[in-house]
């Protein structure tokens, strides 16, 4: 059975930093690709970045040059990288894992969720 589970989540002011991580059961990341996404109340899931079995990384445009993906095989870990935070990144933050080998930026591509953290950032 495949779990995630995330934590680190927590309320910080604008500009300010965060990492958020993800601990993986069940699946090795040295197999497998993940992803961040986030849901802001009264919206959709947001991609926002994705690390490839070989380490490839990629970003939602919001986070660019702001956030950073990033993962311990041998912890099996994923970690997100928030840095410069701004209001509009508030959001419950998800990790998530694909069976597909190609990088996915839709949610409808991953099997298996986090139960989510929550970021809140203030003005």
């Known amino acids: 059975q495949v779990q995630l589970v995330e934590s680190g989540g927590g309320l910080v002011q604008a500009g300010g930093s965060l990492r958020v991580s993800c601990v993986v059961s069940?699946?090795?990341?040295?197999?497998?690709?993940m992803g961040w996404f986030r849901r802001a109340p009264g919206k959709e899931n947001e991609f926002v970045a994705l690390?490839?079995?070989?380490?490839?990384?990629d970003y939602g445009d919001s986070v660019k040059g702001r956030f950073t993906i990033a993962k311990d095989n041998a912890k099996n870990t994923v970690y997100l990288q928030m840095n410069n935070l701004k209001p509009e990144d508030t959001a419950v933050y998800y990790c998530?894992?694909?069976?597909?080998?190609?990088?996915?930026?839709?949610?409808?591509?991953?099997?298996?969720w986090g139960q989510g953290t929550q970021v809140t950032v203030s003005s």
């Open positions: 998530a894992s694909t069976l597909y080998y190609t990088p996915q930026t839709e949610p409808g591509k991953y099997d298996v």
């Open positions: 069940g699946r090795a990341l040295s197999s497998y690709a």
């Open positions: 690390i490839s079995r070989s380490g490839t990384t």
